[in-house]
């Protein structure tokens, strides 16, 4: 089975602060994604790293994707209470044609204005 | 075009009744997910189905739940004689291929 560990679980910052949050596994994955969630919401797919090492940015946010594909950060520059919500990291892999998506447990993340 | 539909959004079943619980995925998509996710809990897989086949149950209870998803109409989740333990959001994804998955905004399911 393969696990996704998300940390930190919770995280309250002020407004115009910066923030990592991590993911990270003992498998390797063949590709991996952050999703946000709001409340009473389905999750909301952000970006997709599939290259060990790869960098992707999405305005103030930055996502990496580890060397050896096992982990992975979100860095959110400057944070505003529109970025508040749940994190999710979810890996693709297993063996054979079809590849399970695992999610994390999330990091809950809130800005105060 | 429209996204992942579900519905009914909230549920409330007395135990020992049956839920059903439906999902429409995106026009053209042929692969269906559902997941479970409890409060402070992430997304717990459940199935994984094409059209009129179960490619992977293996989240799925051995007992009371089934899934469905024919060749004609929505996705089906079912749970039969529901326990309070079963009260959840459950939410399904929908995708045209095995890597983008679309979200609905889930049922919440409340055992009375």
């Known amino acids: 089975t393969q696990l996704l560990e998300q940390s930190p679980q919770f995280l309250s910052i002020q407004e115009g602060e910066n923030l990592t949050v991590y993911c990270n596994s003992s498998?390797?994955?063949?590709?991996l994604q952050w999703y946000r969630q709001e409340p009473g919401e389905g999750p909301v797919l952000l970006v997709t790293?599939?290259?060990?090492?790869e960098v992707k940015k999405l305005k103030r946010l930055t996502f990496q994707f580890g060397d050896a594909r096992k982990d992975s950060s979100l860095h959110i520059t400057a944070a505003q209470p529109g970025d508040t919500g749940l994190y999710l990291c979810?890996?693709?892999?297993?063996?054979?044609?079809?590849?399970?998506?695992?999610f994390g447990i999330g990091t809950k993340l809130q800005v105060i204005p | 075009n429209a996204g992942v539909m579900q519905n009914p959004r909230h549920l409330v079943r007395r135990r020992g009744q049956e839920a059903r619980l439906r999902c429409s995925p995106m026009?053209?998509?042929?692969?269906v997910y559902w997941y479970r996710q409890l409060p402070e809990e992430g997304l717990k897989f459940m199935v994984y189905?094409?059209?009129?086949?179960?490619?992977?149950e293996s989240g799925m209870p051995k007992e009371r739940f089934s899934a469905e998803f024919p060749k004609e109409g929505p996705s089906i989740l079912r749970i039969q004689q529901v326990v309070r333990g079963d009260s959840a959001a459950y939410f399904c994804?929908?995708?045209?291929?095995?890597?983008?998955?679309?979200f609905g905004s889930g049922t919440q399911l409340s055992v009375l």
């Open positions: 790293v599939v290259t060990g090492g």
């Open positions: 994804a929908s995708s045209d291929s095995v890597e983008k998955l679309f």
């Open positions: 189905l094409q059209k009129e086949n179960i490619i992977d």
């Open positions: 979810a890996g693709r892999g297993g063996s054979g044609g079809y590849q399970k998506v695992t």
């Open positions: 498998s390797v994955f063949s590709s």
């Open positions: 026009k053209g998509h042929s692969h």
